[in-house]
């Protein structure tokens, strides 16, 4: 369109057509192929009545059947700023001389209200509709329009490496609430940084602290020369609440926190002591390793990095909610077929108060056969700032099969804030002389996927050799007397299977794929 027309009617408080209904016309002629901002003065709409606006019209010039036009943020708004001094950190809600104001939007509802713990305290009263949006926020700051008319702060909070934590005092009718917080530029929304907490309280205040450091994954990571002037406080964030709930907060700070020194470990995780001939080591230095496809899936909330510390390997999981690692397909573990006993696994960290570790089973058919089993297994109040030697029984993962072990996913609290250094992540066999464990890596087989047979070859000569279907029936037992022995496979169904070898005192496992 050539011309883009806005019309205003006022009904003059007594309804359509009462004599004394005012109108007016703004035009305005629009670049064509991009978004056009229109911040339109009421006085522009000239000889109007603005006590009953009950029409906007639009119009497009000229006339016709085939105009377009995506409108999108229409909305009124007063320029003049309020009365009192510009918000600044810290943000009390209590100072008689500062303008307080917040901005609501996608399902947020808040004001200020007397603080239902101590009447001479003002605190914001939000609450998070039903049906709000995910994202559903509230902002810290003038409403003047949108960006960059909303001046949020009137200095930008003072980030520097060694100080990168706002407070917040929080009231939560529930625990374990996500509650994320953002801070951005006033001029520049692509400016921003997000971190994560969770309430650790019911029904009763708590300070809440937000290391920007530790950014959402997936979000920007802080950027020490940026401005970030304006703060957004997001409750309950990612849910889609099916009633209404209320929540208080008060005193914004920024606390000027200087991360100790010994905020990274020092030293490396403790050297493990278990033979390799009963373990299968995903992730040590003190092992040979089994394939592993990701550290971090697509679909993780978490950033990562490998490191060293004093030359030894580590994984290190910042702004973690949750990370899965994958091993699928033909290196999908089987710790039972190789008499596994125990899930060993060191874990560092400054921040996180829960570590979880969940176990899939994908059933020898892929994700989601309708056969897939899992368990997570949460450790609460983790000792921060030290090596956890976690050795967990397979026994502790109810109800799963071990058979087919395909994701190890973890995650932590605070929610998308974590930070968590990872070593030593093994199986191992906690009973090896009475169990006399098979050794993984060892037994090879060749074509593998086959569809006709498998040659095996072992590092001397096999007394025994059983084979296994993916329930853990025998379907071949062969006393081969050499080095080397094949498997025909014409007669067995498609699908993973499990040779056990035995020679002496030795036993060697590996799986195969008959396609």
Avoid: C
Wanted: glycine share 8%; no cysteine; net charge negative.
């Amino acid at each position: 369109i050539d011309t883009f027309r806005i019309r205003l009617v006022d009904f003059g408080m007594d309804g359509f057509g009462g004599g004394n209904d005012t109108e007016a016309d703004y035009d305005f002629e629009p670049a064509q192929g991009e978004w056009v901002s229109l911040d339109i003065p009421l006085e522009d709409f000239a000889g109007m009545n603005l006590s009953d606006v009950s029409q906007m019209i639009f119009a497009g010039i000229p006339a016709a059947g085939g105009n377009v036009v995506f409108v999108d943020n229409v909305y009124y708004y007063r320029q003049e700023t309020l009365a009192g001094e510009q918000m600044d950190l810290p943000v009390t809600f209590d100072e008689p001389d500062v303008a307080y104001s917040t901005i609501d939007f996608a399902g947020a509802a808040s004001e200020f209200v007397t603080d239902p713990t101590d009447p001479a305290n003002t605190v914001v009263q939000t609450t998070k509709l039903a049906g709000a949006e995910v994202f559903a926020g509230t902002t810290l700051s003038e409403n003047l329009g949108g960006t960059p008319n909303d001046p949020g702060f009137a200095t930008p909070v003072p980030f520097a490496p060694d100080s990168s934590i706002i407070t917040v005092r929080v009231w939560s009718p529930a625990v374990d609430v996500p509650v994320r917080l953002k801070v951005e530029s006033s001029t520049d929304a692509t400016v921003s940084v997000e971190t994560e907490t969770r309430t650790t309280v019911a029904m009763e205040w708590e300070t809440l602290e937000f290391e920007f450091k530790d950014n959402v994954g997936g979000t920007s990571a802080i950027n020490y020369d940026a401005d970030y002037n304006k703060l957004t406080i997001f409750f309950d964030f990612g849910t889609m609440p099916d009633e209404d709930a209320t929540y208080y907060w008060d005193d914004v700070e920024f606390p000027g926190t200087t991360t100790p020194d010994d905020a990274v470990p020092m030293e490396p995780a403790p050297t493990p002591d278990v033979d390799q001939q009963f373990v299968i080591s995903m992730f040590s230095d003190a092992y040979d390793d089994v394939p592993v496809d990701t550290w971090l899936t697509s679909w993780s909330a978490a950033n990562l990095e490998d490191i060293e510390i004093q030359g030894n390997a580590t994984k290190l999981y910042t702004g973690l909610d949750f990370a899965g690692i994958e091993t699928v397909g033909p290196n999908a573990l089987n710790p039972e077929a190789a008499e596994m006993t125990h899930l060993h696994v060191d874990v560092w960290t400054p921040n996180s108060t829960t570590f979880r570790i969940k176990l899939v089973d994908f059933g020898m058919d892929g994700f989601g056969g309708g056969n897939d089993t899992e368990f997570e297994i949460p450790f609460e109040g983790l000792a921060q700032g030290e090596w956890v030697s976690l050795d967990i029984p397979l026994t502790d993962f109810e109800g799963m099969n071990l058979t087919d072990i395909s994701q190890f996913i973890i995650s932590g609290i605070p929610v998308g804030a974590s930070t968590v250094y990872l070593d030593n992540v093994y199986y191992y066999n906690a009973n090896p002389n009475s169990t006399s464990a098979p050794q993984a890596g060892v037994l090879s087989a060749f074509p593998n996927p086959s569809a006709g047979y498998f040659t095996l070859r072992a590092p001397r000569v096999m007394d025994e050799l059983t084979l296994y279907n993916a329930t853990g029936q025998i379907v071949g037992h062969f006393l081969p007397g050499s080095e080397q022995f094949r498997i025909e496979t014409t007669g067995l169904n498609p699908g993973v299977y499990i040779a056990v070898a035995v020679s002496g005192a030795q036993r060697w496992v590996v799986k195969m794929i008959k396609e």
